[in-house]
């Protein structure tokens, strides 16, 4: 669990970088949306870690999603960065697919705490 959070960590520093590069040097490219994401997801990231450490959801796709929360945020984001800063995309349909993958890892999220977890 520790390597989530650190990774959420990372995450959420990313995120406010890239609100400050949109903010002041590279305004209208989709830093601002790709941080915002980046910082919203370190959220759900330390929020998966809490509810797993409560034994709230069932473990292994509480897991799954937190990685899912990564990996994702990190594909949208970095293909927008890319974008931005490099001229083309990180690969063909990586912001998509990261979106996908986030959208798969909150639904995950959310049957393992159908599911449940130990108590």
């Given amino acids: 669990m520790a390597i989530l959070l650190f990774l959420a960590c990372l995450m959420g520093a990313a995120g406010v970088a890239l ?3 949109s903010a002041h040097g590279a305004p ?7 941080g915002s ?3 919203f997801h370190a959220a759900a990231v330390i929020a998966s870690v809490a509810i797993l450490a409560q034994g709230l959801v069932w ?3 509480g897991v799954a999603a937190a990685i ?3 990996l994702g945020t990190t594909l949208f984001a970095a293909d927008v960065a890319m974008r ?3 001229g083309h995309r990180l690969f063909p349909m990586a912001a ?6 986030l959208i798969v ?15």
């Fill in 37 to 39: 994401l980046l910082l």
């Fill in 68 to 70: 899912g929360f990564v």
């Fill in 19 to 21: 609100m400050a590069a």
């Fill in 96 to 101: 998509p697919a990261g979106g996908i993958v």
């Fill in 28 to 34: 209208g490219t989709g830093l601002d949306s790709a």
């Fill in 105 to 119: 890892s909150w639904l995950t999220l959310g049957v393992s705490a159908l599911i449940g977890g130990t108590r």
């Fill in 84 to 86: 931005a800063y490099a």
């Fill in 59 to 61: 473990r292994p796709l």
